[in-house]
């Protein structure tokens, strides 16, 4: 028993190895904001490429089968993520949103695939921009969020603004996938 053990463990080891070389290998880090900036790469790749995989047709969709009353289309889904960029993006950079960002979920003139594509991209680059800013020296300034509802260092609300999107690449990982769609990133490597 004790034996099996080891050769298991000795094999997740040698797996995760494995999955190790093959993630991306990011640059050294100068500042804290350049380490969150990084980390979000690999969230907007990901993220980025999830949306743009869904035919415009399907933006609509959203679950019905079951307890979905309500729940947010893919469309909303993405416009949300972009949204909330923009809100920590701006938190962190002390200022107002350069963007209508909308409600809950995202301004409701952005309809097309191609708009509501442009909106994330945008936010992506807006939130590198507002990460790029955070250094040693301000890292844990408080801020306020949600009209001051919520104070947060200034590098965690970096770190959330990173794996937020990953809460809804869930989400839409599993809309694309009733629609019969593979996602990007679980697609056989060319």
């Not at 991209?121 to 301000?138: C, E, G, P, Q, R």
């Amino acid at each position: 028993m004790v034996k099996s053990k080891i050769v298991l463990g000795a094999f997740v080891l040698c797996c995760s190895m494995v999955s190790l070389g093959q993630a991306p290998s990011l640059p050294p880090a100068k500042t804290p904001g350049d380490a969150l900036s990084g980390l979000l790469y690999i969230v907007e790749s990901e993220f980025v490429g999830a949306a743009d995989a869904m035919p415009e047709d399907k933006y609509s969709f959203a679950p019905t089968n079951g307890e979905f009353k309500g729940v947010r289309t893919f469309a909303e889904q993405v416009k949300h993520v972009a949204a909330v960029n923009y809100v920590f993006g701006s938190a962190v950079l002390g200022e107002k949103p350069p963007v209508d960002t909308g409600g809950e979920s995202g301004p409701d003139s952005i309809k097309s695939k191609a708009e509501i594509m442009k909106f994330l991209k945008d936010s992506f680059v807006y939130l590198h921009k507002s990460l790029s800013s955070i250094t040693a020296s301000n890292e844990l300034d408080q801020l306020a969020l949600f009209d001051g509802q919520l104070k947060a260092a200034r590098r965690g609300v970096g770190a959330f603004s990173c794996t937020h999107p990953m809460d809804h690449y869930g989400q839409i990982v599993e809309y694309l996938r009733m629609n019969g769609i593979v996602p990007p990133a679980s697609r056989p490597q060319k």
